[in-house]
């Protein structure tokens, strides 16, 4: 049993009811939104004729992009010109409906377009606006480009990675965006908190989140030692330890995995051993540690390694692909995947990672194409629009 299936109410949604804007593009506040979505807001997302540039990102079936649907999924798509006086009408149409407005432009950007939180607040004072930025709103950097192997590199966070790897001295490419997924996930948070405040004041608020500063949370040790001298130990306490066809990770966080681990290891003396007995002399003589740990793991398989570390109660995990993980008995256990569609066909996309008694947290089940919800939406707030509906497909770039 799940724990979504202990309570009847999980055929609700926590934010139904609620109505939030979304002039985001690429991850970060596309990725916020979503996790609105996901929650029962109608999410309405506001694009170009040309569409938002993920819908051209692949993997891409019959020009349709599962990146752009995994990050859109369950929203609706309406096309306005923000910079005729008719698109901007339209926002502001919209906004006296809306509880909440996400957007991810360049700070500015919205201010140029009087689309921004001190223009639209006597539209609606109960609207909350959440604007998220590289570097925040405001500041000698605020105006600066940022995407995320920007902010991973202004952050710091390029450089502690390296610190991990022994006989390196070029920062690592990270193609994987935390800066965006991180903030978007900070946006949700400060956003639900603006929710709960407007219950109590009736009025909305700014939010202002930054991806340098949600970045630097990730670095939680590094901070510190950054600030005062820590001598690193000679072997990275946490890395790929070697079997005889692969490698494992193993996490030894406690003393009594240490003693666990020793045990199977096969040297139950260590743990009285000067260059080990306690966490600081240890650290010490981690690389020692690690050599004998790998003389025992060098003779076994991968398979062999984790049954015996299992067993033992000591956290490992081979090392696996994506494509490996997602094959994972567990994920199926928590349903943690749902299949969507679009244009193109249907695909997998991962559910947010947390379940509710009191609520369904699972995703919609449909892309929208791009403009298809134009017609509707604009008609609801008075508009006419004879315009043609753009067919939401778009071409593979090379």
């Known amino acids: 049993m799940q724990l979504a299936d202990k309570h009847e109410a999980t055929t609700t949604k926590a934010f139904a009811g609620l109505r939030v804007l979304d002039f985001s593009t690429t991850i970060a506040g596309p990725h916020c939104a979503r996790m609105?979505?996901?929650?029962?807001?109608?999410?309405?997302?506001?694009?170009?004729?040309?569409?938002?540039?993920?819908?051209?990102?692949?993997?891409l079936r019959k020009g349709f992009s599962t990146v752009f649907g995994q990050l859109?999924?369950?929203k609706k798509s309406v096309v306005l010109d923000l910079k005729s006086e008719?698109?901007?009408?339209?926002?502001?149409?919209?906004?006296?409906?809306a509880d909440i407005l996400v957007e991810n432009f360049r700070p500015g950007v919205m201010r140029r377009l009087r689309l921004d939180y001190d223009s639209l607040r006597p539209v609606n004072p109960r609207l909350i606006y959440c604007s998220i930025s590289g570097y925040g709103q405001t500041g000698p950097s605020a105006e600066l480009p940022a995407y995320a192997p920007v902010i991973h590199a202004a952050s710091g966070y390029d450089m502690a990675h390296l610190a991990y790897q022994p006989g390196r001295n070029?920062?690592?490419?990270c193609g994987i965006y935390h800066a965006d997924v991180v903030t978007g996930t900070y946006g949700f948070g400060a956003i639900a908190s603006a929710l709960y405040q407007r219950t109590v004041t009736g009025l909305g608020q700014h939010i202002d989140v930054s991806m340098l500063e949600s970045m630097l949370t990730l670095t939680v040790i590094e901070l510190q030692s950054s600030q005062f001298a820590v001598k690193p130990p000679p072997r990275p306490m946490f890395g790929?330890?070697?079997?005889?066809?692969?490698?494992?990770?193993?996490t030894v966080a406690s003393e009594k995995t240490f003693q666990a681990l020793m045990g199977v290891i096969g040297r139950p003396e260590w743990i009285s051993d000067p260059r080990f007995s306690s966490y600081a002399p240890r650290r010490e003589h981690w690389a020692d540690?690690?050599?004998?740990?790998?003389?025992?793991?060098?003779?076994?398989?991968?398979?062999?390694?984790?049954?015996a570390l299992g067993a033992a109660g000591v956290p490992a995990s081979a090392y696996r692909t994506i494509k490996e993980a997602l094959d994972d008995p567990q994920l199926a256990h928590r349903q943690a995947l749902s299949s969507v569609?679009?244009?193109?066909?249907?695909?997998?996309?991962?559910?947010?990672?947390f379940r509710m008694t009191g609520a369904d947290t699972r995703p919609g089940k449909t892309i929208a194409a791009l403009g298809e919800h134009t017609r509707e939406l604009r008609g609801e707030i008075g508009l006419a629009d004879d315009a043609p509906i753009p067919s939401g497909k778009t071409e593979a770039i090379s």
Do not use: H
């Open 36 to 59: 609105l979505a996901d929650m029962g807001a109608e999410v309405i997302k506001i694009e170009t004729d040309e569409g938002e540039t993920m819908r051209t990102r692949p993997p």
């Open 72 to 74: 859109n999924v369950g």
């Open 86 to 97: 008719d698109g901007r009408e339209a926002v502001r149409r919209l906004v006296a409906t």
């Open 170 to 173: 070029r920062p690592d490419y």
């Open 240 to 250: 790929p330890t070697e079997t005889a066809n692969g490698y494992v990770m193993i």
């Open 289 to 307: 540690m690690m050599d004998g740990v790998e003389a025992w793991s060098r003779q076994l398989s991968t398979d062999a390694c984790l049954v």
């Open 341 to 353: 569609e679009d244009g193109g066909g249907s695909f997998r996309v991962i559910n947010l990672p």
